[in-house]
């Protein structure tokens, strides 16, 4: 396992003095490019090769949000190599080391040039080594459409979308999918499958349905073809 220790920021909290969702999410992210660097398989190794590991589904669970100032630890683990896929888990505690975040997580190795998914080589991968996956709710990567959704606003794109790779970073579409809800909600479960990449410029166009149990948000292009799915399991939050 890599981790690393931090405290909640300030610039990382809402109105209610607590780490957001996306808060949460940009520490799994930064761990896990943190864990790559760390062992000599970060973003340089992986651009001189045209090859990325692009994330395919989020699965989320959030016990406690994090006061700001709030000393917090950050852990990753590799789980699994399959084929052209990669599973990792991620996990957040508090200063007492009680859970208070932790996700699971599919990426599948790209090739660039030819944008499409690839094998990963043995070089590739072996010093990630693997470890037992966390016990979580079995799920399947796949999220269930309701049978009708509204249309939201559309929007652009923005330049503080975009990350390295030059499309929508993965954050990015749960913060989008945050913002178009119409009331705020305190989340303890997420899933996101992300199905195509965004690029500066395009039109996110979100659609929205809210079941008893669940809150999806679809964001697609102008075509009606999604980005990323998003689901949200919680509470209305005052």
């Given at each position: 396992?890599y981790?690393?220790?931090?405290?909640?920021?300030?610039?990382?909290?809402?109105?209610?003095?607590?780490?957001?969702?996306?808060?949460?999410?940009?520490?799994?992210?930064?761990?896990?490019?943190?864990?790559?660097?760390?062992?000599?398989?970060?973003?340089?190794?992986?651009?001189?090769?045209?090859?990325?590991?692009?994330?395919?589904?989020?699965?989320?669970?959030?016990?406690?949000?994090?006061?700001?100032?709030?000393?917090?630890?950050?852990?990753?683990?590799?789980?699994e190599?399959?084929?052209?896929?990669?599973?990792?888990?991620?996990?957040?505690?508090?200063?007492?080391?009680?859970?208070?975040?932790?996700?699971?997580?599919?990426?599948?190795?790209?090739?660039?040039?030819?944008?499409?998914?690839?094998?990963?080589?043995?070089?590739d991968?072996?010093?990630?080594?693997?470890?037992?996956?966390?016990?979580?709710?079995?799920?399947?990567?796949?999220?269930?459409?309701?049978?009708?959704?509204?249309?939201?606003?559309?929007?652009?794109?923005?330049?503080?979308?975009?990350?390295?790779?030059?499309?929508?970073?993965?954050?990015?579409?749960?913060?989008?999918?945050?913002?178009?809800?119409?009331?705020?909600?305190?989340?303890?479960?997420?899933?996101v499958?992300?199905?195509?990449s965004?690029?500066?410029?395009?039109?996110?166009?979100?659609?929205?349905?809210?079941?008893?149990?669940?809150?999806?948000?679809?964001?697609?292009?102008?075509?009606?073809?999604?980005?990323?799915?998003?689901e949200?399991?919680?509470?209305?939050?005052?």
């Amino acid at each position: 396992m890599y981790a690393f220790d931090s405290r909640v920021r300030f610039s990382e909290a809402d109105h209610h003095e607590t780490i957001t969702l996306p808060g949460i999410i940009n520490y799994f992210q930064d761990c896990s490019i943190f864990h790559s660097e760390e062992i000599g398989l970060g973003i340089d190794y992986l651009k001189e090769k045209k090859r990325a590991w692009v994330l395919t589904s989020w699965q989320i669970a959030v016990d406690r949000y994090p006061r700001i100032g709030e000393k917090i630890r950050t852990g990753t683990w590799a789980t699994e190599f399959t084929g052209l896929y990669g599973y990792r888990n991620f996990c957040m505690w508090d200063e007492n080391g009680e859970k208070v975040a932790y996700a699971n997580s599919i990426w599948a190795f790209m090739d660039l040039e030819k944008g499409r998914p690839c094998r990963p080589l043995v070089e590739d991968i072996e010093k990630y080594g693997t470890e037992p996956s966390l016990e979580m709710e079995q799920v399947s990567r796949k999220i269930r459409l309701p049978e009708a959704l509204e249309d939201r606003p559309s929007f652009p794109v923005r330049k503080y979308h975009i990350d390295t790779n030059e499309h929508v970073n993965n954050c990015q579409y749960v913060q989008m999918a945050l913002e178009v809800l119409e009331e705020e909600m305190l989340v303890k479960k997420l899933r996101v499958e992300y199905k195509r990449s965004a690029i500066l410029g395009d039109m996110i166009c979100p659609r929205t349905s809210r079941e008893e149990e669940r809150t999806v948000v679809e964001l697609c292009n102008v075509e009606g073809k999604p980005y990323a799915v998003v689901e949200l399991t919680g509470e209305k939050r005052c």
